[in-house]
């Protein structure tokens, strides 16, 4: 695929990137959620003259965001730490005070669902919001904490913090910027979004949430979780910057890994002992149906920077991605293209693979009719 349609095709990725994410009502609404019941908690009783830190985790703390299909909802994860020694505590009983704290309130107490590790908060057709409760793992200067695991009865480690400053970290290889450290406060904003760029790999990880949510449609109990997916990326982005090349490094540095017997180990690179992918050894048809979905994805993505011409690349990524918004991206692309075009003024924005004019800052100019036909 020579350059233009490349470039073409970079840019296509990441305005369905931008069109998956949260929008900015929705982020709003979440971020006004999230605070209330970070306050409602934090005010309890029960946890009176304790240090209590809420702070986000998953998709909103790293921004991989992705657009649910028809029926299905955006989850906002959160955590709810309190400073106390975990040692000869029963772990449930951490569980049942958050419940109990939560059905104080007269809002939230029709919507509380008791999970395995979380009490999720039902918001009808919008989103649920699952509140992770945890306390510190010890008293050094690391971020690891223990949750509670009704099911197995004990505590389990975890590291959200932690995680998101690794993946965060990984997501900037491309520009070689690493992550400003920013003092803690006791119920931590959530990371802005930038509204129309965002990091290779951040783009990529939500490529590859869509196409699983796309293919595991009829099926959504055999998917692979998302956490396992982003540490995979994480884990083997090598800081290409296109979200193209990212994709591909990825997908094939993951089969690479698939060993011939047993599983791949997925950890929390940031706790060796969480061991995010165990549910596999309970269930190894889920971990077959997520090296399938893999291998099928590579297949896809191999063939697509195969074909020559941007209309058979965008009826291959309808499928992958979805009509409507390869649809939407596509008008907008041209839109753009065309205008930009009859003033000779086309350009990459920077490392982003976003078209802009080539006046704006930091644009490279691209040759007039680089992207016509084959």
Same mark, same amino acid.
């Given at each position: 695929?020579?350059?233009?349609?490349?470039?073409?095709?970079?840019?296509?990725?990441?305005?369905?990137?931008?069109?998956?994410?949260?929008?900015?009502?929705?982020?709003?609404?979440?971020?006004?959620?999230?605070?209330?019941?970070?306050?409602?908690?934090?005010?309890?009783?029960?946890?009176?003259?304790?240090?209590?830190?809420?702070?986000?985790?998953?998709?909103?703390?790293?921004?991989?965001?992705?657009?649910?299909?028809?029926?299905?909802?955006?989850?906002?994860?959160?955590?709810?730490?309190?400073?106390?020694?975990?040692?000869?505590?029963?772990?449930?009983?951490?569980?049942?005070?958050?419940?109990?704290?939560?059905?104080?309130?007269?809002?939230?107490?029709?919507?509380?669902?008791?999970?395995?590790?979380?009490?999720?908060?039902?918001?009808?057709?919008?989103?649920?919001?699952?509140?992770?409760?945890?306390?510190?793992?010890?008293?050094?200067?690391?971020?690891?904490?223990?949750?509670?695991?009704?099911?197995?009865?004990?505590?389990?480690?975890?590291?959200?913090?932690?995680?998101?400053?690794?993946?965060?970290?990984?997501?900037?290889?491309?520009?070689?910027?690493?992550?400003?450290?920013?003092?803690?406060?006791?119920?931590?904003?959530?990371?802005?979004?930038?509204?129309?760029?965002?990091?290779?790999?951040?783009?990529?990880?939500?490529?590859?949430?869509?196409?699983?949510?796309?293919?595991?449609?009829?099926?959504?109990?055999?998917?692979?979780?998302?956490?396992? *997916?982003?540490?995979? /990326?994480? #884990?083997?982005?090598?800081?290409? $910057?296109?979200?193209?090349?990212? =994709?591909? +490094?990825?997908?094939?540095?993951?089969?690479?890994?698939?060993?011939?017997?047993?599983?791949?180990?997925?950890?929390?690179?940031?706790?060796?002992?969480?061991?995010?992918?165990?549910?596999?050894?309970?269930?190894?048809?889920?971990?077959?149906?997520?090296?399938?979905?893999?291998?099928?994805?590579?297949?896809?993505?191999?063939?697509?920077?195969?074909?020559?011409?941007?209309?058979?690349?965008?009826?291959?990524?309808?499928?992958?991605?979805?009509?409507?918004?390869?649809?939407?991206?596509?008008?907008?692309?041209?839109? *753009?293209?065309?205008? /930009?075009? #009859?003033?000779?003024?086309?350009? $990459?924005?920077?490392?982003?693979? =976003?078209? +802009?004019?080539?006046?704006?800052?930091?644009?490279?100019?691209?040759?007039?009719?680089?992207?016509?036909?084959?």
């Amino acid at each position: 695929m020579f350059n233009g349609l490349s470039n073409q095709l970079d840019d296509l990725l990441q305005r369905v990137g931008y069109k998956l994410q949260i929008s900015k009502t929705q982020r709003e609404l979440a971020e006004q959620r999230y605070k209330a019941v970070g306050t409602w908690l934090s005010n309890g009783e029960e946890f009176k003259g304790k240090k209590v830190e809420i702070y986000p985790q998953g998709s909103l703390s790293i921004s991989t965001t992705v657009k649910p299909l028809l029926k299905q909802e955006y989850d906002l994860d959160l955590v709810c730490e309190i400073d106390e020694n975990w040692h000869n505590k029963n772990p449930i009983q951490l569980l049942d005070s958050i419940e109990k704290r939560l059905k104080e309130h007269d809002t939230y107490k029709a919507m509380v669902e008791r999970k395995n590790r979380c009490i999720r908060l039902n918001y009808a057709n919008e989103f649920h919001m699952d509140i992770l409760p945890a306390h510190p793992t010890d008293k050094g200067f690391n971020t690891n904490v223990k949750v509670p695991d009704r099911k197995a009865k004990d505590w389990k480690d975890s590291n959200p913090k932690g995680y998101a400053a690794w993946f965060n970290e990984r997501s900037n290889l491309y520009s070689g910027v690493l992550l400003e450290k920013k003092a803690a406060a006791s119920i931590q904003p959530l990371p802005m979004d930038d509204p129309t760029r965002k990091p290779p790999l951040k783009r990529a990880v939500q490529l590859i949430k869509r196409y699983r949510d796309i293919y595991f449609e009829k099926n959504p109990d055999s998917a692979p979780i998302s956490i396992v *997916l982003t540490t995979l /990326a994480g #884990k083997y982005y090598d800081g290409q $910057v296109s979200v193209n090349e990212a =994709l591909s +490094v990825i997908l094939n540095k993951i089969i690479v890994n698939i060993p011939k017997e047993g599983r791949i180990i997925v950890l929390n690179p940031t706790n060796a002992k969480e061991d995010l992918s165990e549910r596999w050894d309970e269930n190894p048809d889920l971990y077959q149906s997520f090296v399938d979905f893999i291998l099928d994805f590579n297949k896809r993505w191999d063939e697509l920077n195969k074909i020559q011409g941007i209309d058979q690349i965008a009826k291959e990524l309808k499928i992958m991605f979805g009509e409507n918004i390869i649809n939407e991206s596509l008008k907008e692309q041209a839109e *753009l293209m065309e205008k /930009a075009r #009859k003033s000779s003024n086309l350009g $990459v924005l920077g490392t982003s693979g =976003l078209l +802009v004019a080539a006046t704006k800052e930091q644009a490279v100019p691209v040759r007039k009719n680089t992207f016509y036909g084959e």
